[in-house]
């Protein structure tokens, strides 16, 4: 999941790189799913997974194929889902002007802003360290203004409804016993 919200930390403050992960799938239809449980499943052509991992491996180094799949059920399963990740980086880009950083859990930070409300709570709070997220003094003074912003919220709130919330659990990866949305449910311990 971390390498997930890198990812979309990425996509929120880079078009082009959201742009070309998106258009990866353009073609991709939900199928299927053989499980009655679901109605969908994904299935993507192979070439389209490796475009898009070159373009991951490009901007931030190797990640799971678990957050690949992430992105998949994002950009592949639910259209709606691109003109609401545009709002959102369209406010994070307004609020960061030109801002961008070297660390990973920068752009981790955002992405987990973005998907989950309880943890944008939890940074307005100055308790994103309790979840593990060690900011330095800069990327955090970059990153307060846009989290603690209504508007970002907004979009964020519109776009965790609908693709992570609703969308996520009703198509894939859902058991009928134990629906989610990979809340931050708790903090770090270490």
Not at 94 to 112: E, H, I, K, M, Q
Not at 133 to 153: Q, W
Request: proline share 5%; aromatic share 12%.
């Amino acid at each position: 999941m971390i390498d997930f919200w890198e990812i979309l930390g990425h996509a929120a403050t880079d078009d082009a790189f959201r742009g070309q992960m998106y258009d990866t799938f353009a073609q991709s239809k939900a199928a299927p799913n053989p499980d009655a449980a679901n109605a969908f499943a994904c299935m993507f052509a192979n070439a389209d997974y490796n475009n898009a991992r070159g373009l991951v491996l490009a901007k931030m180094g190797p990640v799971s194929l678990m957050a690949l799949g992430e992105w998949f059920v994002v950009s592949m399963l639910h259209p709606k889902s691109r003109p609401l990740l545009d709002n959102v980086a369209g406010a994070a880009q307004g609020l960061l002007n030109g801002y961008s950083s070297t660390d990973p859990v920068f752009y981790r930070t955002l992405g987990a802003s973005i998907v989950d409300a309880g943890f944008r709570d939890q940074f307005n709070k100055e308790n994103e360290a309790a979840y593990g997220f060690h900011l330095s003094p800069a990327d955090r003074a970059a990153l307060s203004p846009v989290i603690a912003d209504g508007a970002y919220s907004a979009q964020s709130g519109a776009f965790q409804s609908f693709v992570w919330d609703q969308a996520c659990k009703d198509m894939v990866m859902q058991s009928q016993g134990d629906p989610y949305a990979h809340a931050l449910e708790a903090p770090f311990q270490q």
